[in-house]
């Protein structure tokens, strides 16, 4: 663990459960923010289990590409019916824990292979994070009513995928998939929010990290 001005900050997942494991296990009131279910694999450990979920108040906040994992929508749907709430948003989030409003934890970038996380416990520093996650949880859709809206792009992915390695024009990748050249470039659009990309290779390299081609 290092000290960066006054916040801790620890590396990788194993010295972030050494250090926070006992926060988690007493939270009575978890909020999560996070692009997968990969970032935060350590928390899974304290809210997965029925009794845990019932007599918590978790609210869990994902982009969409948590959605063209069909095991992690398995797990998103096993949490909603033990009493989770879950909301999707297509805009670019914080990834950040935050627990019973007096500790918040903050993801940080990769690196060598670790990521690092901020573990804040200065109380105007997590109200600050608590507000914008709040904000973020009411512009957000509810997990089942953002799944019904995008099934189409879900059931598409693969070709689109497909389409877009073979490099050929959008005029003829539209009329492979049947779809008027709009609703593909909307698609591809949606497919590229999803996997949290900026360009068709990036969506392509997301792709493949994720095992969808």
């Known amino acids: 663990m290092e000290i960066v001005g006054d916040v801790p900050v620890v ?23 996070a692009h997968d279910m990969h970032t935060w ?20 906040l994902y982009r969409p590409g948590v959605l063209l994992d069909a095991p992690q929508v398995g797990h998103l749907h096993e949490l909603k019916r ?21 500790v918040a934890i903050l993801a940080g970038d990769l690196s060598q292979g670790e990521r690092s996380y901020s573990v804040i416990t200065r109380p105007e520093v997590v109200q600050s994070v608590t507000s914008l996650f709040n904000v973020a949880w009411r512009a957000a859709t509810d997990v089942e009513v953002f799944e019904m809206r995008f099934a189409e792009v879900r059931a598409l992915a693969p070709q689109i995928l497909d389409v877009l390695a073979s490099g050929c024009k959008d005029e003829t990748a539209a009329r492979t998939l049947g779809l008027g050249l709009r609703t593909y470039r909307r698609r591809v659009a949606e497919l590229m929010s999803a996997l949290g ?15 969808l081609v």
Do not use: M, Y
């Not at 990788?12 to 978890?30: D, M, Y």
């Open 11 to 33: 590396r990788g997942e194993a010295e972030l459960f050494a250090r926070t494991g006992h926060l988690f296990a007493q939270a009575t009131s978890v909020a999560c923010a």
């Open 41 to 60: 694999a350590v928390s899974q450990q304290h809210v997965v289990h029925p009794q845990d979920v019932r007599e918590r108040h978790v609210r869990k």
């Open 82 to 102: 033990l009493g989770a709430k879950i909301r999707i948003t297509p805009e670019e989030i914080n990834e950040t824990i935050i627990l019973d409003h007096r």
């Open 197 to 211: 990309a900026t360009s068709r290779f990036q969506a392509g390299a997301r792709a493949r990290e994720l095992g």
